[in-house]
């Protein structure tokens, strides 16, 4: 594709789906892939002497079922902990939740740089990651008005 190796998750016109792209120069680099289901996805690269571990994320939205949500969370849990401490682990996509522009309870994780208020998929974010020491890191820096999105 372009240039790019493509790995995905999900069903061919589906309703869910997700993937990673990875520029061809480090197709190579990739050890392992794991799809987990349709909304979950990892893959591993051993880049020199770095094991970097790349998570896509399609978290249940608002007005699903509360067991299809737990069992993303949970699902999601699982991965995050099977990935040894000694490796890298960066976790993109959608996680469906606005954590809002107010980092209280949460200065470890959000860095300031939200918008709007905060909702309960935000919440569900902002818990994951203090539990696993993870940061937002799109929270870490301002943003321009342009590339903010509706609220």
């Given at each position: 594709?372009?240039?790019?190796?493509?790995?995905?998750?999900?069903?061919?016109?589906?309703?869910?789906?997700?993937?990673?792209?990875?520029?061809?120069?480090?197709?190579?680099?990739?050890?392992?892939?794991?799809?987990?289901n349709d909304r979950l996805m990892t893959i591993k690269l051993v880049v020199g002497e770095c094991t970097l571990n790349v998570?896509?994320?399609?978290?249940?939205?608002?007005?699903?079922?509360?067991?299809?949500?737990?069992?993303?969370?949970?699902g999601l849990d699982d991965i995050v902990r099977s990935i040894p401490p000694s490796e890298r682990l960066f976790i993109g996509?959608?996680?469906?939740?606005?954590?809002?522009?107010?980092?209280?309870?949460?200065?470890?994780?959000?860095?300031?740089?939200?918008?709007?208020?905060?909702?309960?998929?935000?919440?569900?974010?902002?818990?994951?990651?203090?539990?696993?020491?993870?940061?937002?890191?799109?929270?870490?820096?301002?943003?321009?008005?342009?590339?903010?999105?509706?609220?």
């Amino acid at each position: 594709m372009d240039g790019y190796k493509l790995w995905y998750s999900g069903v061919l016109r589906g309703r869910n789906g997700v993937g990673i792209l990875v520029d061809n120069h480090l197709r190579d680099s990739v050890v392992e892939v794991r799809r987990v289901n349709d909304r979950l996805m990892t893959i591993k690269l051993v880049v020199g002497e770095c094991t970097l571990n790349v998570v896509s994320v399609y978290a249940s939205q608002v007005g699903l079922d509360e067991e299809i949500k737990r069992h993303f969370w949970e699902g999601l849990d699982d991965i995050v902990r099977s990935i040894p401490p000694s490796e890298r682990l960066f976790i993109g996509g959608d996680f469906n939740g606005h954590i809002g522009s107010s980092a209280v309870g949460y200065t470890k994780v959000h860095g300031g740089f939200g918008v709007g208020e905060r909702n309960g998929g935000g919440t569900l974010l902002l818990d994951f990651a203090k539990v696993f020491d993870l940061v937002i890191v799109n929270s870490s820096f301002p943003k321009r008005d342009e590339h903010l999105g509706e609220n």
